[in-house]
């Protein structure tokens, strides 16, 4: 009796939570090329290890074939003013000197020790995307939707909306740092001092809060936002 097979044959299917799983296989030095292949074929598919592994052969390998597009470079897609996941609408914040204090502080946080870099792309986006309300109106920072309700769904984005995102982000990076450094340096301190000077006069501070009034002095202090 033939198995019937579910399948992502393509990149478009293909989340950022599923390809976090996918390097994890493929770092696996105690796994051989073989392995590898079966756990790939598993994370995409519908298809259980203990039934991949009981196939025979001439079954087996035109499922493997149908995942050869990880060969492949990931296809780039047009960014967009707004991504839909899991019904959930949100508006990625594609100007920089419009992030606020509390957003800068965090990308900051996350963007300190590149080798983390990668492993952090959903908390990155979860900083850049705003949550709309049912009326379509952008929610202020961490307003009403919590960051783990938001990362989590950044972990749905798919991984061509993934890369045209950081792709874009790259290169508006870059022209800030060719045109603007200085101006765009000046804008974050405002920021910064801007929140800074809102917790000081809070009476009551959550955690997170405390920690950014002993962060943002220190960045203050440094002044540089290049790192």
Do not use: C
């Amino acid at each position: 009796m033939q198995l019937k097979v579910n399948i992502i044959d393509n990149w478009n299917d293909v989340t950022l939570r599923d390809f976090f799983s996918m390097e994890k296989i493929l770092k696996d030095e105690s796994l051989n090329d073989f392995d590898k292949d079966l756990q790939l074929l598993e994370l995409l598919s519908s298809l259980k290890m203990e039934e991949i592994q009981s196939l025979p052969l001439r079954e087996l390998k035109p499922l493997l074939r149908s995942i050869s597009f990880l060969t492949k470079d990931v296809p780039v897609i047009t960014v967009r003013e707004v991504y839909e996941v899991q019904g959930r609408k949100y508006r990625l914040q594609a100007s920089i000197p419009e992030l606020t204090g509390y957003q800068v502080t965090d990308i900051f946080q996350f963007l300190n020790d590149p080798e983390k870099i990668p492993n952090n792309r959903h908390l990155i986006l979860a900083v850049l995307m705003q949550p709309l309300n049912k009326d379509g109106m952008p929610e202020s920072y961490l307003e009403t939707t919590s960051f783990d309700d938001i990362k989590a769904d950044m972990l749905l984005l798919t991984m061509p909306e993934v890369i045209g995102i950081e792709n874009f982000f790259t290169m508006i990076s870059e022209a800030f740092a060719a045109t603007s450094v200085s101006s765009i340096r000046m804008q974050i301190m405002e920021q910064l001092k801007s929140v800074l000077k809102m917790l000081q006069e809070k009476e009551i501070l959550n955690p997170t809060e405390k920690e950014l009034l002993t962060q943002i002095p220190v960045l203050l202090k440094d002044g540089d936002f290049s790192q």
